[in-house]
């Protein structure tokens, strides 16, 4: 279940590569999945953080409003088979 923490987490983080992926059914923040291309291996990329907040910006969020983004991301998820 993707969570507003995983996504502070993931704006936290400072760096526009680092992804949130769904990665032997755990929800991670990761630096670029370039990086370390092993850890990668077999992960779902959710969001990046670069998307993230071109969508917050969009959506006129702020960061108040993680939990329904996170909402919406878990339900995306979801329908993906993740």
Not at 12 to 40: K, M, W
Not at 63 to 75: F, H, K, M, R
């Amino acid at each position: 279940m993707i969570t507003a923490d995983h996504l502070r987490e993931l704006l936290d983080r400072g760096q526009d590569d680092a992804v949130l992926v769904l990665l032997r059914g755990r929800v991670e923040v990761v630096d670029s999945p370039e990086s370390d291309p092993e850890r990668g291996q077999g992960a779902m990329t959710v969001v990046s953080r670069r998307e993230l907040i071109e969508r917050l910006d969009a959506e006129g969020a702020a960061s108040g409003d993680l939990g329904a983004v996170a909402a919406a991301l878990d339900t995306m998820l979801t329908h993906q088979g993740g």
